[in-house]
């Protein structure tokens, strides 16, 4: 388990920055870019989600892995509750938990990184199973 955290001024993302197409479209995904030009202070939420990118890749550094910022989503459920992953196939090989805050001047992100074990084959029970276990 691996943690990064990271803190950004939201005046950093003010309205030059924001409309510096190249920069937005480097950096964030279609849909980070939906989501926060849909709200009335998109800066606040720009801001965060550069945080998170941040904070996801101190995270994963340990591992050598060095995702670009465009392969790092951060989406919202329903509820709001955000979320956080790697678009490559490298990085499929975490799970994360994220928290994200933002107050009028600053964002904040905090990040843990663990290895994912959804996608392993268990080789042990395989062989202790035998063959008849995948008969359909």
């Given at each position: 388990m691996?943690?990064g ?5 939201i ?6 920055l ?10 964030f995904?279609?849909?980070e870019?939906r989501?926060?030009?849909?709200h009335g202070?998109p ?6 989600r550069?945080?998170a990118?941040?904070a996801?890749?101190?995270a994963?550094a340990?591992s050598g892995?060095?995702p670009?910022?465009?392969d790092i989503e951060?989406t919202n459920?329903d509820?709001?509750?955000p979320n ?10 975490f799970e ?9 001047s600053?964002a904040?992100?905090?990040?843990i990184?663990e290895r994912?074990t959804?996608?392993?084959?268990f080789?042990?029970?395989?062989k ?5 276990h995948?008969q359909?």
């Amino acid at each position: 388990m691996e943690i990064g955290v990271d803190i950004i001024d939201i005046h950093r993302f003010d309205e030059d920055l924001i409309n510096n197409k190249a920069f937005i479209e480097k950096v964030f995904t279609d849909n980070e870019i939906r989501y926060c030009m849909s709200h009335g202070h998109p800066a606040q939420h720009l801001a965060v989600r550069f945080a998170a990118k941040e904070a996801v890749i101190k995270a994963v550094a340990p591992s050598g892995l060095v995702p670009d910022m465009r392969d790092i989503e951060v989406t919202n459920e329903d509820s709001g509750i955000p979320n956080v992953r790697i678009l490559t196939k490298e990085g499929q090989k975490f799970e994360f938990k994220i928290s994200l805050s933002h107050s009028q001047s600053q964002a904040v992100a905090f990040v843990i990184a663990e290895r994912s074990t959804k996608n392993l084959i268990f080789l042990d029970s395989v062989k202790k199973s035998g063959p008849d276990h995948f008969q359909s």
